[in-house]
């Protein structure tokens, strides 16, 4: 009989909490837990990634699709210090995660042996860290009580990444433990008196707005919030890089609250007279840099749900906070009683017709026409379509003109870091496909893809498929954006000499295809929804699209100053 040693009941209890993927680079620290993927080959597939950092952005994508932990392993040291960004990536985004590192054996602990290095004072945990709980595990019998304590401490209050250290001699010993039952997350809402205190504050208001978003959130928890917004007759507006919260196609939609805010909205969230925020910490982003909503204190009204005490009233003090998980809140939303009529009814049809206005595109130079290219995307890809990025001027396309039906709809469609991470599209729009056999499609700009373009080999090794359009215009176009205003006619450090895109994804196994008109790409387009392969769509872009967009956001600022002062 084969002894069962630590690294096989580890997997086991990632079994018991239902994980079917993890995502990592092999190190000769967690060898044993390498081994135990191979016996259970059946159950669980371990993904062979290129990098830490695409390893962890898989896993922070995993987190974001399925509520529960996305699951990471890296080896120690240079490992964890790779995968790190995808950590904080999932703690600023309120992502489950946990990363499991494989760590010195226990006998050459503290003598700077190789590769080692102080977890817990890398990683947090704080409000300022990198995780909500970094733990090492000495004792190989306790596995199940740390494994079930991480997923608990990932997924309940605000959502986030625990990170668990496994030396590597842990985990080649003899266990008689047993996994642990999977564990659910806990729903929590406020006290009672919370919901009379929110009707009758509504009742008092004339402009009030909902801005929804944040980590946990589920398709019946987001069907709940329309209900209540129908109820009600709210306009409901998304935060930051969750707009698939809210279905953006409902006729009381106001829009995106985040990076290029649309002025109209930017002067709606100021005149705004009650502000119901359902999720979202209120980051910077969502906030236009705790300037449409100042700090600390607001001018509107504020009421606050979210899931975690501690972040309530941190930044904004709140006239209302509620400690609530978005299942609980909106099903207990959904059931508050509206009067038959209320006076804002006017200021919600205005609010979706301003978010229509702004659809319209404008005219921009050169033979590429973006707003055309993202409407071909929208006429194309079916509704369940996992719609990925990571940070760069180039997100502003699809965040602006593309329209997500999203949880209301079932399905979460929308995958992109709110740290504004670059790198994350490419290997998170292969981990949603590899995760969910729907189809991932991928928006990068050229600096983007080349930091996790490598991850295309993980793609084609595991038989996953995505459609990466990559915008060319041979420049870090949001650090240039912003040299053009601050700087002008001093352009340093910004400026790209990049490979043959196409040719590149040719080499790893995917079609590349690159055009230079806006005509060329929906045959293209249709083309890659055909091929069973993945493919990647380089677009030529125009520089001086990049100047275009600086000046408006020039115009956008100022409009929101002169807003401001009246």
């Known amino acids: 009989m084969t002894t069962k040693i630590a690294g096989h009941l580890l997997v086991e209890c990632l079994l018991a909490q239902g994980v079917t993927h993890a995502f990592g680079v092999p190190g000769e620290s967690y060898l044993a837990v390498l081994d135990g993927f191979h016996l259970h080959r059946e159950h669980i597939h371990f993904v062979i990634c290129r990098q830490e ?70 990683f947090g945990p704080s409000t300022k860290g990198m995780a909500k709980r970094v733990e090492r595990v000495d004792d190989p019998e306790r596995l199940p009580e740390y494994v079930a ?31 642990l039952s ?55 507006t998304n935060a930051f890089r969750f707009q698939d919260t809210f279905d953006n196609h409902h006729p009381q939609y106001a829009g995106d609250v985040g990076i290029g805010i649309a002025p109209a909205l930017a002067a709606r969230v100021r005149d705004a007279d009650l502000i119901l925020a359902i999720g979202p910490r209120l980051g910077e982003m969502t906030t236009g840099g705790y300037t449409l909503l100042q700090a600390p204190k607001t001018r509107q009204t504020l009421v606050h749900v979210h899931a975690s005490a501690e972040e309530l009233n941190r930044v904004y003090q709140a006239d209302l906070a509620i400690q609530a998980t978005m299942n609980a809140a909106a099903h207990a939303l959904e059931g508050l ?113 080349l930091m996790n373009g490598q991850e295309l080999a993980t793609a084609v090794q595991h038989g996953g498929k995505s459609i990466i359009v990559l915008l060319n215009n041979g420049m870090y176009g949001t650090i240039r954006m912003h040299q053009e205003r601050e700087y002008p006619q001093h352009v340093t450090g910004s400026q790209l000499q990049n490979p043959d895109f196409a040719a590149l994804a040719q080499a790893y196994g995917y079609a590349g ?53 009246s």
């Not at 309940?156 to 003899?174: F, S, W």
């Open 337 to 449: 009683t509206a009067p038959d009529a209320v006076p804002w009814s006017e200021w919600t049809r205005s609010a979706h017709s301003a978010y229509l206005d702004n659809l319209k595109p404008q005219s921009l130079p050169g033979d590429i026409d973006m707003p055309a290219i993202v409407a071909t995307v929208q006429k194309h890809l079916p509704a369940d379509a996992v719609l990925t990025n990571g940070a760069g001027n180039f997100a502003s396309w699809m965040h602006r003109f593309y329209r997500h039906h999203g949880l209301v709809k079932g399905h979460k469609t929308q995958l992109a870091p709110t740290v504004g991470a670059m790198g994350y599209g490419v290997p998170a729009g292969i981990a949603a496909n590899l995760l969910t056999g729907r189809l991932a499609f991928t928006i990068a700009g050229d600096g983007d893809f």
């Open 182 to 236: 999977r564990v659910e997350p806990v729903q929590t809402w406020g006290d009672p008196g919370s919901l009379s205190t929110l009707r009758t504050m509504l009742l008092a208001a004339s402009r009030p707005l909902v801005i929804a978003g944040g980590g946990g959130w589920t398709p019946p928890a987001a069907q709940a919030l329309q209900r209540f917004a129908e109820n009600w007759q709210l306009p409901v």
């Open 53 to 122: 950092g695409g390893a962890a952005f898989m896993a922070e994508a995993q987190g974001k699709l399925t509520g529960r932990p996305g699951i990471c392993f890296v080896t120690r040291g240079p490992g964890a210090t790779n995968a790190s960004i995808g950590v904080h990536t999932a703690f600023q985004d309120s992502t489950p995660m946990v990363l499991f590192v494989g760590d010195v054996a226990s006998d050459t602990r503290d003598r700077e042996a190789f590769q080692e290095m102080d977890y817990t004072h890398f």
């Open 513 to 565: 295809v690159r055009i230079h008109r806006t005509q060329e790409f929906e045959p293209v387009l249709i083309a890659a929804l055909q091929r069973e392969q993945g493919t990647l769509i380089e677009v030529m872009l125009d520089p001086e699209l990049i100047t275009t967009r600086a000046t408006l956001s020039t115009i956008t600022q100022a409009a929101l100053d002169k807003q401001a002062q």
């Open 149 to 179: 304590r991480a997923f608990a401490t990932a997924m309940n209050g605000r959502p986030g990444p625990v990170v668990l250290v496994l030396p590597e001699d842990m985990l080649t010993r003899p266990v008689k433990a047993q996994a």
